[in-house]
């Protein structure tokens, strides 16, 4: 995994280990500088951060996700990795209180914390994770200074804990902890700190109150504690903010500081969360606009010719695309170019296809019976007289056999982080032509987690083998919805936040049995924008003409739009139904060709070109009721 650095800077591991004294770490941070490319880029990660803690919708993907993608690209390699230890116990309380650091023991200050019930493990789980990442942050502003080189923390942010309590989500201000160190280490030039996350750094300003070396700038939609500091600029600019206000905010506001201050080194929470599909976000800020303005602050930052030693801390960023804005900035800064994230569906195809050669890889080194598969013979001892075998999920898989794949993809170990701690599998053949599997929380199977129904079809698409899926639930049944906070209609609890991992189950068992992709119906709008295409590429026009019309929506509330008919042909003003149609995540090159040609393409912008939809706002909608007006019965 690249470099390990300690707290102080001292010790570097590689394929080797390399210890070297004090007079010696300058030494070392020069070699690791001249060991990298002209990109100049640092990235502090550790397989760690991947944590999912209770009903939260943070995405437990997202650095590993980041980390793939630049690596994919070329533009990160080993060497330029560093993996950080966990924040020590004497930089911790440079900033928290005793008191504090020793309440988090308990489980329900942690739930206070994040606002949300937990489990034991969950609260230990998210306690032990901040204080890595935390980790991360001392050692990406001690690269940066030591290097020069951009460093960024694929973690940390936790901008709201103050020195004697937690809140939003942050146990630890690893901010402030990076900080103090480096003050009792001795540096002492002006210390700017660039908050840009949606929500206000408040710990971070609370804790330099009385410090006037330590600038702290931040735009957020309201504030959370009082704007007293001697050195603070506090923007809150309330909810609904578009590219245009947010943009001309930041180019107004930043540059003036920056020459004020004239900082000896910067921190950057570039949090995601003001984009306009974060799940807790109230913001409207395009792809193109989160771009702009992390290419704003860079440039401010480190002008050519005067570059200030710059770490950035990734910040809040919730739902499945959060990973896409980090990743797009970092793309930018290691290349000099825009390099496109692919889609989620691309990246999971990718991640599926990295487990199942890993997989493959390791059933070398196992033995014969490692899928736990019953021979005829022992079916012969169970069964005196002979009996049919039993069956097999896919005709391959039996349910040791599985269980052995979710243990091996991380499936089973994030649902007991969960707080499940005896997940039992299931498998039903009662249906002739599809297979369901069943996963419980409980030995005594009463608390549904995952249901899925599948079967093998070979006759929807001529020529080719599909795994076509009938039903998929995944639910949390310890959880309960808030007031309003239903996140696709009719579901009764929120999810396990697994669909992605298994979703990479699926493609993987494509993979392992030679079919070409999966297929399914969505009902709705929602499960629609997974990433899939439609096989129809006139649907697939429909769907992107919904996309357009809804760009200034959540998903959540994009989904409830289309269920109330508020999506409109700008022509007509006639509703736009949603009519369920097969769609597909390739996996094999001649499914993907099917779905992604040169044919395809040209028949989908086609059928796009002439498609427009828009919004109706609810009054229109009464007004269009009372009228009678139909569905339009054509796009």
């Known amino acids: 995994m690249g470099f390990q650095v300690d707290q102080e800077g001292y010790r570097v591991s590689g394929p080797g280990m390399i210890s070297v004294g004090r007079r010696m770490g300058r030494w070392v941070w020069g070699a690791i500088r001249r060991s990298l490319r002209p990109s100049g880029l640092l990235l502090v990660y550790d397989p760690r951060y991947v944590v999912q803690v209770g009903s939260i919708p943070m995405d437990p993907l997202r650095a590993e996700m980041v980390l793939a993608f630049l690596t994919d690209e070329g533009l990160i390699r080993?060497?330029?990795?560093?993996?950080?230890?966990?924040?020590?116990?004497k930089n911790l309380r440079r900033v928290h209180t005793d008191k504090y650091l020793e309440s988090l023991q308990h489980t329900e200050v942690v739930e206070q914390v994040v606002g949300a019930q937990l489990t034991d493990a969950e609260a230990q789980g998210l306690v032990e994770f901040q204080r890595l990442a935390a980790g991360g942050t001392v050692l990406a502003t001690a690269a940066a200074l030591r290097t020069g080189l951009v460093t960024v923390n694929l973690g940390?942010?936790?901008?709201?804990?103050?020195?004697?309590?937690?809140?939003?989500?942050c146990a630890f201000n690893d901010l402030g902890i990076a900080i103090a160190r480096l003050r009792a280490r001795g540096f002492e030039a002006p210390i700017l700190v660039v908050d840009l996350d949606i929500?206000?750094?408040?710990?971070?300003?609370l804790l330099f109150e009385d410090d006037p070396t330590v600038h702290t700038f931040t735009i957020h939609?309201?504030?959370?504690?009082?704007?007293?500091?001697?050195?603070?600029?506090?923007?809150?600019?309330?909810?609904?903010?578009?590219?245009?206000?947010?943009?001309?905010?930041?180019?107004e506001a930043l540059p003036p500081v920056v020459q004020q201050v004239r900082p000896g080194l910067v921190l950057y929470v570039a949090g995601v969360d003001p984009a306009s599909d974060d799940m807790i976000g109230d913001w409207n800020i395009t792809a193109d606009g989160m771009l702009a303005r992390d290419q704003f602050v860079f440039g401010q930052v480190r002008p050519e010719g005067a570059e200030i030693p710059l770490a950035i801390v990734l910040g809040g960023g919730y739902g499945g695309n959060a990973w896409r804005y980090t990743a797009r900035f970092l793309g930018w800064v290691a290349a000099g170019r825009i390099v496109e994230p692919p889609s989620n569906t691309d990246m999971l195809i990718r991640r599926a296809r990295e487990l199942n050669q890993l997989l493959r890889d390791g059933a070398r080194r196992l033995p014969p019976a490692a899928d736990w598969a019953l021979t005829a013979e022992d079916v012969a001892a169970f069964h005196p007289g002979g009996a049919t075998p039993p069956r097999r999920l896919l005709g391959r898989y039996t349910p040791q056999g599985v269980e052995l794949l979710l243990e091996r993809l991380g499936v089973l170990s994030q649902v007991r982080a969960l707080g499940f701690a005896q997940p039992a599998l299931e498998l039903d053949f009662h249906l002739e032509d599809s297979d369901t599997v069943r996963l419980f929380g409980d030995g005594a199977r009463t608390e549904l987690l995952m249901e899925i129904r599948f079967r093998r079809d070979s006759t929807s698409l001529p020529g080719l083998e599909v795994l076509f899926l009938e039903w998929?639930?995944?639910?949390?049944?310890?959880?309960?919805?808030?007031?309003?906070?239903?996140?696709?209609?009719?579901q009764k609890h929120p999810g396990l936040g697994l669909?992605?991992?298994v979703m990479a189950w699926l493609v993987v068992l494509c993979g392992e049995l030679g079919l070409d992709g999966l297929m399914f119906r969505p009902a709705g709008y929602f499960v629609a924008t997974f990433g899939s295409r439609f096989l129809d590429p006139l649907r697939q026009a429909r769907l992107e003409a919904m996309r357009r019309a809804l760009s200034s929506l959540r998903l959540v509330e994009a989904t409830r739009a289309v269920e109330?008919?508020?999506v409109v042909n700008a022509g007509t003003g006639a509703v736009v139904p949603w009519e369920p149609s097969p769609m597909v995540i390739p996996v094999s090159p001649r499914l993907r060709d099917r779905v992604e040609g040169a044919e395809y393409e040209a028949a989908l912008e086609a059928e796009l070109a002439r498609l427009s939809y828009r919004l109706r706002h609810p009054g229109e909608m009464d007004r269009a009721s009372s009228s009678g007006r139909a569905a339009d019965p054509v796009p």
């Open 564 to 566: 109330e008919g508020r």
């Open 221 to 251: 939609n309201q504030d959370w504690s009082p704007r007293d500091a001697v050195a603070a600029t506090v923007i809150a600019l309330g909810t609904a903010v578009n590219d245009a206000t947010y943009l001309k905010t930041l180019r």
């Open 78 to 89: 080993r060497r330029e990795l560093l993996r950080p230890q966990a924040a020590s116990m």
């Open 156 to 169: 940390g942010g936790f901008h709201h804990a103050a020195s004697n309590r937690g809140m939003g989500f």
């Open 499 to 501: 669909l992605r991992d």
């Open 199 to 205: 929500h206000d750094g408040n710990g971070t300003r």
């Open 472 to 490: 998929v639930l995944l639910q949390n049944p310890r959880r309960e919805f808030s007031s309003g906070k239903h996140s696709i209609p009719g």
